[in-house]
T-cell receptor, first 114, second 112 residues
Framework: GENVEQHPSTLSVQEGDSAVIKCTYS??????FPWYKQELGKRPQLIID?????GEKKDQRIAVTLNKTAKHFSLHITETQPEDSAVYFC?????????????FGKGTHLIIQP | DVKVTQSSRYLVKRTGEKVFLECVQD?????MFWYRQDPGLGLRLIYF???????EKGDIPEGYSVSREKKERFSLILESASTNQTSMYLC???????????FGNGTRLTVT
């Protein structure tokens, strides 16, 4: 089955700086790579996703890059703000979205220092 | 907006009890999933279902079973609860490859 590794487990950055979280996956059949954000006491929510036919995707301050050859993908957050503090999970699946179960990484606790 | 409702936010049960965790969705989604979330371990898939009366094992099905008698409802069953099943349980639903997973708020289960 799929195995997703995520690093680092904790990331502390100064407000306004950039944050990068990295994930690797094992199954070359995976084609869908979402990122979920979970604030304290709340449900995980999708913030951005990418499919294997795309190398990069941006949404305002958030971007995701994918290197299918190397089997790794990354989340980039620029100009970090206090509300970016949360746990972030990467995931992978073959079909994507709500079609099959996602395999998640172990999460990164992002701390934005004022 | 998709609504995924888990019947209990917090549950405390004793070792050996039979425990039912209920999840109801209002969007007519075909697919429903149960995940378990533990600190440092992320979210791990327990069971999922693509249709009524269908179920598939996820990555950690041992000690659990599921029931899907109606499309909108997916139940997770702990036949004999054990302390190592103390965890946060998250239900999720999805419709197709072009739509994201939608999560419920979670049930924090403590087994004493």
């Amino acid at each position: 089955g799929e195995n997703v590794e995520q690093h680092p487990s904790t990331l502390s950055v100064q407000e306004g700086d950039s944050a990068v979280i990295k994930c690797t996956y094992s199954d070359s059949a995976s084609n869908y790579f979402p990122w979920y954000k979970q604030e304290l006491g709340k449900r995980p929510q999708l913030i951005i996703d990418i499919r294997s036919n795309v190398g990069e995707k941006k949404d305002q301050r958030i971007a995701v890059t994918l290197n299918k050859t190397a089997k790794h993908f990354s989340l980039h957050i620029t100009e970090t703000q206090p509300e970016d503090s949360a746990v972030y999970f990467c995931a992978a699946s073959e079909a994507g979205g709500g079609a099959d179960g996602l395999t998640f990484g172990k999460g990164t606790h992002l701390i934005i220092q004022p | 907006d998709v609504k995924v409702t888990q019947s209990s936010r917090y549950l405390v049960k004793r070792t050996g009890e039979k425990v039912f965790l209920e999840c109801v969705q209002d969007m007519d989604h075909e697919n429903m999933f149960w995940y378990r979330q533990d600190p440092g371990l992320g979210l791990r898939l327990i069971y999922f279902s693509y249709d009524v009366k269908m179920k598939e094992k996820g990555d950690i099905p041992e000690g659990y079973s599921v029931s899907r008698e109606k499309k909108e409802r997916f139940s997770l069953i702990l036949e004999s609860a054990s302390t190592n099943q103390t965890s946060m349980y998250l239900c999720a639903t999805g419709d197709s490859a072009n739509s994201p997973l939608h999560f419920g708020n979670g049930t924090r289960l403590t087994v004493t």
